[in-house]
């Protein structure tokens, strides 16, 4: 749009509030030349209030000059600010001259209706009146009753009613009072509300306030027994509903319920105890326990106690019945006697051929029934799990087996083991050869492993069947599971009867045969006693051959002692040669005083101790090395910590002097020295035979000589 168009627009704008401001002012002026005219600032309008709720109906005055008044349903109700007569009622106002506003505390129904502010004229005013103002009162819904035919009218909010099962009963509720009506609704004790057969109407009253009636149909049951009927009424100004409630107390006969406190079951000669739950109203007053139809004597309580019960009571049936005023009624129990399982139809032992199907079969009693199990014996591991067992016969299948029966609560029955039998070919074990003595009782055994149902054993000699009729002879049989014996008996043997025999063996599968020879005791050597003998020899060839080794063992060891004890003899001799010669110069010199060559025992000195020489290089070589050669090399002795213990505590610990006769009571340093050492040597000597001939295990072990440890 234009900018010129719109500036246009806005100057003829302010010309137009220019003219009515103009006019304004003239009309004012007009009506102050007449005089002041009273007149209504603010009016009252319709108002709705819930009862004891405040109400302000206004009413603004200027320029009053007349009386002011106000009227309810064209009634005057006086010109006095504070109402006399009307106790809730009073015109207020902040302002004394012009505010004349009617106000009504706790307002009530009564005080519904249609009100007026009016000013009567004045010198120089005439009468005015306000427009009519609706005061409209609501009131929530009275307190509900309850009503029942015998009550009367005037109900009750808590109602207890007695009434027979499946009788038809009218109840109504009733709320006054309330503008607008209230509503009512019916509801169970969970708060569900009752729709079925109900009747609901309202009625105004002289007071403008409404009633409602509500009615509902029951026919109660038994699962009414303690039902409670509430009644409940509200309209949209009711803070809550309120409520009545009517509670059915229905008159029904026993119902009864047996209870048995030793569930799931009562183990055989324990008790059984039963409790009898009734409910009923009036109370049940008479019992009655009955065991298989007849009555028990004497038992009148709700309680029964059946003592040391036995499997044959199990499937019996016990009931009690309880009786009030409006009939009666029995509940009942099967007995259940639990009991441990019980074998009562083993398996059977079973003949097949290879690939036949054979079943074992099983049958156990007990409470609770019995479950099975098939183990094959030495396994722990299940093979079945069923009263009857199915196996194809063969050798993996062939054995013994055992059916188990198992109750929960109870240890397991085992059946003896019965026995898969593969019928094959009979075999005969019998030895071949058996022996008797002449002139004496003769048994010739058959004994034959067959499993078979058609077994038969038949004796001959020379083409001619033996049937143990002949005189002198006879046969014996006897058989076990696996195994058929026939035995021949001829009471008095001759020279005759010695000889070969023939056994046939027959069943369903095949038949064999097998000669037994009858020999005569001392004829023929035994083989047993050859046996015996071998074994005899042998074990003394045995003992004879540790007997050797053990002697070369023995001269072994004793020559390594007596060799070792030569050798160091020698060596000591090579070695010290030169420090006797020193030793015997010193003993010399030092003897000038002549009391070397003295007889007395107690002057003469002793032979200065040599150091033991280190063992020879060469413990078995023919002859001793000199030291210096044994030395330019490395040797090998024996250590000294595994010499022979004896030989090498006795070296390195000095000896008292040998024993010498009164002619040897002089001896020259150098013969006394080595006749010192003669001795000590062939003691030694004498010592390593002893500790041979005790058989003591030494052994010496070869060591570098530059390891050995000086003496």
Request: proline letters at 6%; a negative charge; charged letters at 25%.
């Amino acid at each position: 749009m234009p900018p010129t168009y719109l500036t246009s627009i806005s100057d003829k704008m302010c010309e137009s509030s220019k003219v009515l401001t103009a006019l304004t002012i003239a009309l004012l002026m007009i009506q102050g030349s007449c005089g002041r005219q009273q007149q209504f600032l603010r009016e009252p309008t319709d108002v709705t209030a819930i009862a004891g709720q405040q109400v302000v109906l206004p009413c603004t005055v200027e320029d009053k000059e007349g009386l002011l008044q106000w009227t309810k349903d064209d009634f005057g109700l006086g010109t006095k600010r504070d109402l006399p007569g009307y106790p809730t009622y009073a015109m207020r106002g902040q302002d004394p001259v012009r505010d004349w506003s009617l106000v009504i505390e706790k307002v009530t129904l009564e005080d519904d209706g249609i009100f007026q502010c009016q000013v009567g004229s004045g010198s120089e005013s005439t009468t005015i009146r306000s427009a009519l103002a609706k005061l409209t009162v609501l009131v929530p819904p009275g307190q509900p009753k309850i009503v029942h035919q015998g009550f009367g009218e005037a109900g009750r909010t808590e109602l207890e009613l007695e009434v027979e099962e499946g009788e038809a009963l009218e109840l109504t509720c009733i709320s006054e009072g309330g503008r607008p009506a209230g509503e009512i609704t019916w509801r169970d004790e969970e708060g569900e509300q009752v729709l079925t057969d109900t009747d609901t109407s309202t009625h105004k009253m002289a007071d403008k306030s409404w009633r409602t009636v509500s009615k509902i149909r029951l026919r109660p049951g038994f699962e009414d027994r303690n039902k409670a009927v509430f009644c409940l009424v509200a309209n949209h100004v009711s803070l809550r509903p309120l409520q009545a409630v009517a509670r059915l107390r229905l008159r029904y006969k026993p119902r009864v319920s047996l209870t048995v406190l030793d569930e799931p079951a009562v183990v055989e000669g324990g008790d059984m105890n039963l409790v009898c739950q009734v409910d009923a109203y009036p109370p049940a007053h008479t019992f009655a326990w009955h065991l298989d139809g007849l009555m028990i004597h004497g038992e009148v309580g709700k309680t029964l106690v059946l003592e040391e019960l036995t499997r044959s009571d199990t499937g019996k049936e016990v009931s009690c019945s309880a009786t009030n005023a409006e009939g009666n009624d029995k509940a009942s129990a099967v007995i259940n006697v639990a009991y441990a399982p019980e074998i009562v139809e083993e398996p059977k032992t079973v003949r097949a051929r290879e690939g036949e199907e054979v079943s074992f079969r099983c049958k156990a009693t007990g409470n609770p029934e019995p479950t099975y199990k098939w183990t094959r014996v030495g396994s722990e591991l299940s093979v079945g799990d069923s009263a009857v067992l199915t196996l194809v016969s063969s050798n993996m299948t062939m054995g013994q087996y055992c059916c188990h029966a198992q109750s929960q609560g109870f240890p397991p029955f085992t059946s003896a083991p019965a026995s898969l039998l593969l019928v094959t070919n009979p075999v005969i074990l019998s030895s071949s050869v058996q022996m008797a003595k002449l002139g004496e009782l003769a048994r010739l055994e058959c004994r034959v492993a067959t499993v078979g149902s058609n077994n038969l054993i038949t004796w001959d000699r020379a083409g001619l069947d033996l049937t143990g009729q002949d005189s002198g002879t006879r046969l014996i049989f006897n058989q076990t599971e696996t195994e058929q014996i026939s035995t021949l008996v001829i009471e008095q043997t001759s020279e005759e009867d010695f000889g070969t025999y023939g056994c046939k063996a027959s069943n369903e599968v095949g038949v064999t045969y097998a000669n037994i020879s009858l020999k005569q005791e001392g004829s023929n050597f035994d083989k047993n006693k050859i046996l015996y003998i071998m074994l005899g020899v042998f074990a003394l060839a045995t003992l004879i051959l540790l007997a050797i080794l053990c002697i070369i063992l023995y001269k072994r060891r004793k020559r390594s002692n007596l060799k070792y004890l030569r050798a160091v003899k020698q060596e000591k001799l090579s070695r010290g040669a030169k420090q006797e010669a020193e030793s015997i110069h010193d003993d010399l010199e030092s003897s000038e005083d002549g009391q070397l060559f003295d007889n007395q025992p107690d002057l003469i000195q002793p032979t200065r101790q040599m150091p033991l020489p280190s063992p020879p290089s060469k413990l078995y070589a023919e002859e001793v090395e000199s030291a210096s050669d044994a030395e330019d090399r490395e040797t090998w002795v024996y250590a000294p910590q595994r010499k022979p213990f004896s030989i090498d505590r006795f070296l390195k610990s000095p000896l008292p002097p040998p024993p010498r006769s009164p002619t040897d009571s002089y001896l020259h340093p150098h013969d006394s020295a080595s006749s010192n050492l003669d001795w000590k040597m062939a003691a030694a000597e004498k010592l390593a035979r002893m500790e041979a001939e005790d058989e003591e295990d030494q052994f010496l072990t070869l060591l570098p000589a530059s390891q050995q440890p000086t003496a």
